[in-house]
T-cell receptor, first 115, second 112 residues
Framework: GAVVSQHPSWVICKSGTSVKIECRSLDFQATTMFWYRQFPKQSLMLMAT?????????EQGVEKDKFLINHASLTLSTLTVTSAHPEDSSFYICSAIRTGDQPQHFGDGTRLSIL | GDSVTQMEGPVTLSEEAFLTINCTYTATGYPSLFWYVQYPGEGLQLLLK?????DKGSNKGFEATYRKETTSFHLEKGSVQVSDSAVYFCALTNTGGFKTIFGAGTRLFVKA
C-alpha cells in the first residue's frame, strides 16, 4: 500500500531555532500534500495545503512566515517552523494524496518540543 | 460549512464487548466518508471508507454504513480487543475538493 514517511519523528530544540520537517511519499507521486497540527487530545487542524511546484495555501490564522512550506517535487514536501517558540510545541502530521485518488495517506507525525 | 460531529469519549469497554461510535455529518452535495484510527504517538491510518449512500465500509471487523437519510456513518465492531485501544476519527471529503473535515476524535480504551 501507499506509504508516507515523515522525518524526524521527534525533535527537541531551543527557543529561536528553526526546525525542518520532511514528508515523503515513498511509492507514489503526490501532487497535493497537507500539513496538520494536533494539540493533545484534540483533532487535527489543517494548517496548509501544499501543491507541487506552487505556493502553499494556508488556512486562516496560520502564519505563512512562521510555517514555511515547500513542495519541490512530487514526492517531497517540507515544513519549516521558523524561530520556534514554546507555543509552537505540538504534534505535526503530514498527509499526501495520490494523484487523482482519495483518501489521504498519513505520515506518522513529528512531535516538536521547544524548550 | 461542512462539519463532522462524533460522540465524545473516552469510551471504555471490556474485551469482546460491542462497540458503537456515533458520527453524523453536515455537508452539501455527496461527500465521501471515512473512519481513521490513530494509535498512541502515531499518525492516522485509514480504517474504512464509503463513497455513496448505503455503501458499507468494513475492515478488521469494523463496519460503518453511509446513511444519507440520517446523515450518519456510525462505526461498529462486534467484539473489541485490547489492541483496538486508540483514537478514532470520523471524516468527510466533499465532492470536487481535497480538503478533509475531521471530527474531534473518540478515544477508546479496551480493558482485558
Amino acid at each position: 500500500g501507499a506509504v508516507v514517511s515523515q522525518h524526524p519523528s521527534w525533535v527537541i530544540c531551543k527557543s529561536g531555532t528553526s526546525v525542518k520537517i520532511e514528508c515523503r511519499s515513498l511509492d507514489f507521486q503526490a501532487t497535493t500534500m497537507f500539513w496538520y497540527r494536533q494539540f493533545p487530545k484534540q483533532s487535527l487542524m489543517l494548517m496548509a495545503t501544499s501543491n507541487e511546484g506552487s505556493k502553499a495555501t494556508y488556512e486562516q490564522g496560520v502564519e505563512k512566515d512562521k510555517f514555511l512550506i515547500n513542495h519541490a517535487s512530487l514526492t517531497l514536501s517540507t515544513l519549516t517552523v521558523t524561530s520556534a517558540h514554546p507555543e509552537d510545541s505540538s504534534f505535526y502530521i503530514c498527509s499526501a494524496i495520490r494523484t487523482g485518488d482519495q483518501p489521504q495517506h498519513f505520515g506518522d507525525g513529528t512531535r516538536l518540543s521547544i524548550l | 460549512g461542512d462539519s463532522v460531529t462524533q460522540m465524545e469519549g473516552p469510551v471504555t469497554l471490556s474485551e469482546e464487548a460491542f462497540l458503537t461510535i456515533n458520527c453524523t455529518y453536515t455537508a452539501t452535495g455527496y461527500p465521501s466518508l471515512f473512519w481513521y484510527v490513530q494509535y498512541p504517538g502515531e499518525g492516522l491510518q485509514l480504517l474504512l471508507k464509503a463513497t455513496k449512500a448505503d455503501d458499507k465500509g468494513s475492515n478488521k471487523g469494523f463496519e460503518a454504513t453511509y446513511r444519507k437519510e440520517t446523515t450518519s456513518f456510525h462505526l461498529e465492531k462486534g467484539s473489541v480487543q485490547v489492541s483496538d485501544s486508540a483514537v478514532y476519527f470520523c471524516a468527510l471529503t466533499n465532492t470536487g475538493g481535497f480538503k478533509t473535515i475531521f471530527g474531534a476524535g473518540t478515544r477508546l480504551f479496551v480493558k482485558a
